[in-house]
């Protein structure tokens, strides 16, 4: 009621509403700004203002005082009314000023406010629900009466009428409420389901969320130090450039400083022999004998003692710089860079050679153990009780039992082949001598342009097509990873096994039908 009498004082006389934006004249009376200047604009054609509340009479137009208090109270009244404001349900009796029902009857179909619910109760015991202007939907569409039963069997809600007449009739019905406490009972068992699994989501989310974060700053991290090494080969190769460079402006300096010497030797001759051939010339031109005999200084050519030049000679002119000397210079100023850079990442890269005694017969081992080469011809070899009889294969001469290792290897992409490690305890004849049958190797085959991973019963055909036939393959044996890699642009990852080794590994190869695996440097 207090909420009812304090909103009839909060309307506008002119529209009936709340105020908006509300403005006072002098007679103290309060109206919507809109209102009021459009009741004003009307009485200004009539030549006469007045209030529309109390008709006080005003010579010219009136001022609007803004009514910041009243303005206050309003938007108070209206935030502590979120009900009201939203639903918009008023009471149907109450015609002069909105008032927020705070009931619906379902028999009369009307919204009541507290005072027309108090006197409606008291002269009929009709079905209460909440402020609704829909109907409709709480009574039967086919008997018209309110809806006070469930049917479970049809999953409907039904009058008196549809369980007595209709063809509902003899089905096992429910009160409206016992059924809503059953369905409401089945929904929280439903919600205690699905809150845990809700829980759990919103923790493996955050846990994702963190790792994201953590990826971020690993990510972060990792650029930095790539940054840094990179400055620190850049630094390193500025200081090979300028010791190679520094070499070849020595030789340049030494050959050009003995080639100006000799060209400034040459010059004085030059200009010596120019001076006697004036000379001779100009006694060739003298006619007294006399004077011509008794010259003293006159020097036959071909018997003077000045050099020419062409003894003693200081530069060959096929004399130039000595790029052996560049070369080495340049190469021992860069050998030592990448070397310098794996040995800081912690990797090492393993020289390895394949082992001769362990090949098969039908295996063609390269020269430079390097590469082993499927062959339809026996290899001419002595007996070896590490030698593998039945499968073309061959292990490496040395194995890896700690630390972080990587190397390439390059298939000539005829055949098959298949690459991996190997425990030195593998069999060496029978089925599991195999490298892709055991429990003591891990393989990477390929073939054509698919990729297949082997170890023991579990073998797996990858997703991705070949497009390199060079891959990188990278063993850290503490954290017990062997990962293959396509070094194709860009390198991408292919597979990577996980175990706890117990064994020194050894590089292993398997090739067949004319395949050919090279260890590149």
């Known amino acids: ?178 059924a809503s406490e059953k369905k409401k009972k089945k929904l929280r068992e439903y919600l205690d389901e699905l809150n845990p699994q809700k829980a759990d989501i919103q923790t493996k989310v955050q846990n994702l969320q963190a790792y994201k974060k953590k990826i971020h700053e690993k990510a972060s991290d990792k650029r930095t130090n790539v940054s840094k090494k990179f400055i620190n ?39 010596e022999l120019s001076r006697k051939i004036c000379h001779v010339e100009e006694m060739s031109r003298v006619i007294d004998p006399i004077r011509l005999l008794q010259e003293s200084d006159i020097k036959i050519f071909g018997h003077g003692d000045e050099d020419t030049g062409g003894n003693g000679r200081e530069v060959s002119s096929e004399e130039d710089l000595d790029e052996v000397l560049i070369t080495l210079t340049l190469h021992r100023s860069m050998r030592n860079i990448v070397p310098n850079v794996i040995s800081e990442l912690g990797v090492h890269v393993p020289d390895i050679l394949l082992d001769v005694d362990t090949a098969n017969r039908c295996v063609k081992i390269s020269e430079d153990l390097k590469t082993a080469t499927d062959s339809d011809k026996e290899q001419k070899r002595p007996e070896s009780p590490g030698r593998f009889l039945y499968f ?35 069999e060496r004849e029978g089925r599991q001598s195999c490298i892709i049958y055991l429990d003591k190797s891990w393989c990477l085959g390929m073939y054509g342009d698919m990729y297949k991973v082997f170890y023991h019963s579990f073998r797996l055909a990858l997703s991705v097509k070949q497009t390199c036939p060079t891959l990188g393959v990278f063993l850290d044996y503490e954290a017990g990873r062997l990962s293959f890699y396509e070094l194709c642009d860009p390198i991408r990852h292919l597979h990577t096994f996980t175990a706890s080794f117990t064994e020194p590994l050894h590089i292993v190869f398997y090739v067949y039908d004319g395949a050919s695996v090279t260890i590149r440097s």
């Not at 490496?396 to 990587?406: A, C, D, I, V």
């Open 1 to 178: 009621m207090a909420s009812a009498e304090l909103r009839d004082e909060l309307n506008c006389s002119i529209c009936l509403s709340l105020y908006t934006d509300p403005v006072s004249l002098r007679c103290g009376h309060n109206f919507c700004r809109s209102c009021i200047v459009s009741v004003l604009d009307a009485q200004e054609a009539a030549g006469g203002y007045s209030c529309p509340d109390c008709r006080a009479e005003y010579p010219e137009r009136p001022a609007l005082e803004k009514n910041r208090k009243l303005r206050n109270i309003v938007e108070r009244f209206s935030s502590s009314q979120p009900d009201m404001e939203e639903t918009r349900i008023f009471c149907t009796y109450c015609t002069k000023s909105p008032v927020p029902a705070v009931k619906s009857c379902l028999q009369c179909e009307n919204a009541l406010c507290c005072k027309h619910l108090t006197a409606h109760n008291k002269t009929v015991d009709h079905i209460l629900i909440e402020p609704t202007d829909s109907f409709v939907s709480k009574k039967c569409s086919l008997h018209k009466k309110v809806l006070e039963y469930y049917c479970p069997q049809d999953t409907a809600c039904l009058c008196a009428s549809c369980c007595l007449v209709g063809e509902h009739r003899g089905h096992q019905v429910e009160l409206l409420d016992e």
């Open 392 to 426: 073309p294969q061959v292990l490496s001469r040395h194995g890896l039992s700690s630390g972080r290792h990587y190397w390439e290897v390059e298939w000539n992409k005829v055949g098959g082949c298949g690459i991996g490690m190997s425990y030195p305890s593998i």
């Open 233 to 271: 080969i850049e630094e390193r190769l500025a200081m090979a450039e300028k010791k190679v460079l520094s070499e070849v402006s020595r030789q340049e300096e030494k050959i050009v400083s003995q080639i100006s010497h000799l060209i400034k030797k040459l010059e004085i001759k030059e200009y």
